[in-house]
Each structure stands twice: as structure tokens, then as C-alpha cells.
């Protein structure tokens, strides 16, 4: 399809165990972030790719959380040792980069991480 | 810093209904941009609005409209007639020129449409 596409969409884990969700942004876009969704809860900025550009890690809550991102293009988020209150809707968007910001971005369906 | 706030938690209408959901900004920054999305119970986010700070300029969407008034710093947006399938959480964000195009976002108003 041609929007953001994140795999798997519903995930269980049991606790201590490392996931890892993918992100496929829409094809052009250059820039990539990371937000996550806990429940009853608003969205929290977790990371941002920009083109070869260094990452902003600035919302990663934790050193157990990482992401790469491959070939300017697909993106995975790792949580090692996973807790409990890592249970969240993890969604990752897509944009262009132009200009000085403000781009719209776009997200894909979310990824639903359940940690027991 | 910048910040959204979206003082309605929750909103109950019965169909047809006008509703006018509220968000309110912070930043520093002079250049800026104002987004709708909606999140319907499937989970993804979709966007309805953009808008920059230089373009105060009322828009209307068929049965949607933002109003948007910096004297105030806020974005409200309205439906009229409201219908069952608009029941949604919608969340308004911000981004400043200066942080590229990082969002921040208020928490979110869910919305309930009643037959």
C-alpha cells in the first residue's frame, strides 16, 4: 500500500523477553519517527530520523530501548528485557523533510506490544 | 517549551449535534505549525488539518472547520452535524520551525456520538 507500514500489528511478549517492531515509511519520505501510545495516555515522542543525519534519541526512556534505521528507508525498534510498563501502541510516522519543518506526517496503524 | 493542551478529556454529543473541540498552545517560536488528527478505535492516526502561523485564515472542510486564533493561542476545531462514525479521539499537535517537524501533542479529546 502507499502509507506507513508497521509489522507486526499485535505482539505479546513475556517479560525479559526483546522485541523488535518494523516500520516501512511511505516511499520518498525521508524522514522517520517513533511515537508511542500508552494506554489512556497521549503520544510520547520517542525517536527521529532524518535522512544519513545522526538520530534524535531524545525521547527513548531508556537505554533498553534502541532504533536503526536501514537504507534511509525501513526502521526497527528494539526493546531489550521487556517490562511490564512497556505495554503500549507503538506507532511510527513518516514525513518529507522540506523547508524549515512543518511537513505533515503520516502514521501507520501501530504496533500493539503487550508484556506479561 | 512548546506544549498542547486539550482541556476536554471527554465529549458526549447525540448525533447531529454541533461540537467544538478546544486546543490551546504554547511556544516561543514565531513560526509554527497547527495540526488535527483523529484516531478512530482501529488505532491509526489521520490527518485532517495543517496549519501555519501566518495563515489565520478560518477553513472549512465540509462538515468540518477550524478556527484558529493566535491572539489566543488556539486551534479549536468544530463538526457540525455530528454523525456516529466521527466518535474518534482527536488530538491536536504542534510543531516549531526551529525542531524541524517534531510534534508535540495535547492529550487528546475522545469524542462519543450517540445515535
Known amino acids: 500500500g502507499a502509507g506507513v507500514s508497521q509489522s507486526p500489528s499485535n505482539k505479546v511478549t513475556e517479560k525479559g523477553k526483546d522485541v523488535e517492531l518494523r516500520c516501512d515509511p511511505i516511499?520518498?519520505?525521508?524522514?522517520l519517527y517513533w511515537y508511542r501510545q500508552s494506554l489512556g495516555q497521549g503520544l510520547e515522542f520517542l525517536i527521529y530520523?532524518?535522512?544519513?543525519?545522526?538520530?534524535?534519541k531524545s525521547g527513548l526512556p531508556s537505554d533498553r530501548f534502541s532504533a536503526e534505521r536501514t537504507g534511509g528507508s525501513v526502521s526497527t525498534l528494539t526493546i531489550q528485557r521487556t517490562q511490564q510498563e512497556d505495554s503500549a501502541v507503538y506507532l511510527c510516522?513518516?514525513?518529507?523533510?522540506?523547508?524549515?519543518?512543518?511537513?505533515?506526517?503520516?502514521f501507520g496503524e501501530g504496533s500493539w506490544l503487550t508484556v506479561v | 517549551a512548546q506544549k498542547v493542551t486539550q482541556a476536554q478529556t471527554e465529549i458526549s454529543v447525540v448525533e447531529k449535534e454541533d461540537v467544538t473541540l478546544d486546543c490551546v498552545y504554547e511556544t516561543r517560536d514565531t513560526t509554527y505549525y497547527l495540526f488535527w488528527y483523529k484516531q478512530p478505535p482501529s488505532g491509526e492516526l489521520v490527518f485532517l488539518i495543517r496549519r501555519n502561523s501566518f495563515d489565520e485564515q478560518n477553513e472549512i472542510s465540509g462538515r468540518y472547520s477550524w478556527n484558529f486564533q493566535k491572539s489566543t493561542s488556539s486551534f479549536n476545531f468544530t463538526i457540525t452535524a455530528s454523525q456516529v462514525v466521527d466518535s474518534a479521539v482527536y488530538f491536536c499537535a504542534l510543531s516549531e520551525a526551529k525542531a524541524g517537524n517534531m510534534l508535540t501533542f495535547g492529550g487528546g479529546t475522545r469524542l462519543m456520538v450517540k445515535p
Open positions: 516511499s520518498g519520505h525521508t524522514a
Open positions: 510516522a513518516s514525513s518529507l523533510a522540506l523547508g524549515a519543518g512543518g511537513n505533515t506526517i503520516y
Open positions: 530520523f532524518q535522512g544519513n543525519s545522526a538520530p534524535d
